[in-house]
């Protein structure tokens, strides 16, 4: 566990070198991807940040942005909108920024959530979930990485469940949950987060990749609003879920300003691969062992994670076929 003490003391650090002046924020009109962009505004530095939201997200979140320039009048923050559930919508949205750019030092994802109401499928043929958790994730990495590597500092950040990686928990024959009672709102987030590892993995290794830093995160229990999504209208879910569970998740979540803190240092630390401010014997290390030149998981505590039992069984079985199954899909949208 990397204390809040310490993760505030190597916060504190941060200065223009450090500190991304370029990002992307996919999901970060709410939760914790809100929560991330607020905290390095706040930092004063230089700094521009895209922000890729749905319509109707544009009017509070631009009601947000005027409270950011309050605080830091150095951050420009572009609001850029999209349904990034569709592929080809992200095809789209990284067109329009790679018009504008010529190098991205921060990518920030977040968007997700737990399907409670079932199986949704986009026009493309995806589940909702799924995309959001993965699919389109991957092919906005696929489609910015040339940005990320023209930076000196570049790091791809997602946030779902890195390290909660089961090898017995991936149907490497249904990779997409179609069949009779494969799909559930849990099993979903468990199987897309395992395909997630095993796919940034692979792109966190390649050779021309190695400027690049990987993190595949897990939040643990932040209250921003998720348990209350996904749900379908009239459903009773809601109503259980603010009786029953949140009452739970008061007493054992993280607050707000420590998940933020947290996720700032995660997108700014040397301790977790690349630049930026270092602690004395912290040194993250990927899930090969090594402290540069793959994906790092990180744990709601900061620490890196090898879950090397679990990875060493899936890379055997199922690495191959989900990297085959991301191609097939996120290839036309590349």
């Known amino acids: 566990m990397v204390k809040i003490s310490l993760i505030r003391q190597s916060n504190s650090r941060i200065d223009e070198s450090s500190a991304p002046r370029v990002a992307v924020f996919a999901g970060g009109t709410s939760g914790i991807g809100k929560l991330t962009l607020a905290e390095l505004a706040g930092l004063g530095t230089s700094f521009k940040a895209y922000v ?40 789209r949205i990284c067109d329009h920024i790679k018009t504008l750019e010529s190098r991205i030092d921060l990518f920030f994802l977040t ?13 493309e043929g995806l589940d909702v979930s799924h995309s959001l958790s993965f699919y389109s994730r991957i092919c906005f ?5 040339p940005l990320l590597r023209a930076s000196e500092t ?4 997602s946030v779902h469940s890195g390290g909660f990686e ?15 009672g494969a799909f559930g709102p849990m099993i979903t987030q468990l199987h897309m987060g395992i395909m ?6 692979r792109l966190a290794e ?8 990987f993190i595949h995160s897990h939040p643990g229990i932040v ?45 700014t630390s040397g301790a977790i691969g690349g630049k930026g401010p270092t602690l004395p014997g912290i040194v993250g290390r990927t899930t090969r062992g090594e402290p540069s030149g793959g994906l790092f998981l990180v744990s709601k505590k900061c620490d890196t994670v090898k879950n090397e039992k679990q990875l060493a069984k899936l890379r055997v079985t199922a690495q191959d076929a989900v990297w085959a199954k991301v191609r097939q899909i996120i290839t036309p949208y590349v």
């Open 166 to 180: 089961y090898a017995n928990a991936l149907n490497v024959n249904d990779l997409n949950l179609e069949q009779p």
């Open 52 to 91: 890729v939201g749905r319509k109707e997200s544009e009017r509070s979140f631009k009601t947000f942005i005027g409270d950011l320039h309050q605080t830091n009048p150095n951050a420009e923050i572009i609001w850029v909108e999209g349904e990034i559930s569709l592929l080809s919508e992200v095809k």
């Open 223 to 267: 209250r921003t609003g998720n348990l209350f999504r996904g749900w379908g209208e009239g459903w009773w879910g809601p109503w259980f879920a603010a009786i029953f569970m949140d009452p739970i998740l008061m007493l054992l979540a993280f607050s707000l300003k420590e998940s933020a803190e947290r996720y700032l240092y995660q997108v």
């Open 111 to 123: 968007a997700g959530y737990a399907p409670f109401e079932g199986r949704k499928n986009t026009p």
């Open 206 to 213: 390649a050779e021309e990749n190695q400027s690049v830093v």
């Open 141 to 145: 990495i696929e489609n910015l990485l």
């Open 196 to 201: 997630g590892t095993l796919t940034l993995e």
């Open 154 to 157: 570049a790091r791809v950040v």
